[in-house]
């Protein structure tokens, strides 16, 4: 290097030290007034929650038996399996107090009224794997019984017609569909 590209170079090197040196209390002063109010603010969040009233207001958990819709406000459901992404297997149980049949078996939450009673999926397991494998019944409410009306392997069904003595169930499992006529 010549002698004056080593001048401007130590010239250079002192001004960025300098201001190394100068601006790194500053720096980190900054950092620790930072963690210094996070700090404060997290406890004093912490008394906050502390201090305040318990809220009955919430979300449902899981274990709590909630009115199913569509049921004509006779029956009650709590979560028995989440299947991830997928639909939620329940207990059922009647509003009214009877002891019914329908807490033996976890059903889908597809709850249909019609005439009769209660259209509903029964599962046969509750593994993700075995699933969709379950029963469409009927549940008569007054007589507090279940009977088999067909078998259904998707998820994707629908009561599409109710006649006089016949139900039409429409189904769609991805890649085909189809139609079910059941006598009651």
């Given at each position: 290097?010549s002698?004056?590209?080593?001048?401007f170079?130590?010239?250079?090197?002192?001004?960025?030290?300098?201001?190394?040196v100068?601006?790194?209390?500053?720096?980190?002063?900054?950092?620790?007034?930072?963690?210094?109010?996070?700090?404060?603010f997290?406890k004093?969040?912490?008394?906050?929650?502390?201090?305040?009233?318990?809220?009955?207001?919430g979300?449902?958990?899981?274990?709590a038996w909630?009115?199913?819709?569509?049921?004509?406000?006779?029956?009650e459901?709590?979560?028995?399996?989440?299947?991830?992404?997928?639909?939620?297997?329940?207990?059922?149980?009647?509003?009214?107090?009877?002891?019914?049949?329908l807490?033996?078996y976890?059903?889908?939450k597809?709850?249909?009224?019609?005439?009769?009673?209660?259209i509903?999926e029964?599962?046969?397991?509750l593994?993700?794997?075995?699933?969709?494998?379950?029963?469409?019944?009927?549940?008569?409410?007054?007589?507090?019984?279940?009977?088999?009306?067909?078998?259904?392997?998707?998820?994707?069904?629908?009561?599409?017609e109710?006649?006089?003595k016949?139900?039409v169930?429409?189904?769609?499992?991805?890649?085909?569909?189809?139609e079910?006529?059941?006598?009651?």
């Open positions: 290097m002698k004056i590209q080593l001048f170079h130590h010239v250079l090197r002192f001004i960025w030290n300098s201001i190394f100068l601006s790194y209390p500053i720096l980190a002063s900054v950092g620790l007034l930072f963690i210094g109010l996070t700090f404060l997290s004093l969040s912490k008394l906050l929650i502390r201090t305040r009233p318990e809220s009955k207001n979300m449902l958990v899981e274990t909630e009115t199913l819709p569509n049921s004509n406000d006779l029956l459901a709590k979560v028995e399996k989440q299947i991830l992404f997928g639909p939620v297997g329940v207990r059922l149980r009647r509003k009214d107090g009877i002891p019914s049949v807490s033996e976890v059903f889908g597809k709850v249909r009224l019609i005439e009769k009673g209660f509903l029964k599962w046969k397991a593994e993700a794997t075995a699933l969709p494998d379950f029963d469409i019944c009927l549940y008569e409410p007054k007589l507090d019984s279940i009977r088999f009306l067909t078998q259904i392997s998707c998820f994707d069904w629908h009561l599409a109710v006649k006089d016949e139900l169930f429409k189904w769609y499992d991805g890649t085909q569909g189809g079910i006529l059941v006598q009651l």
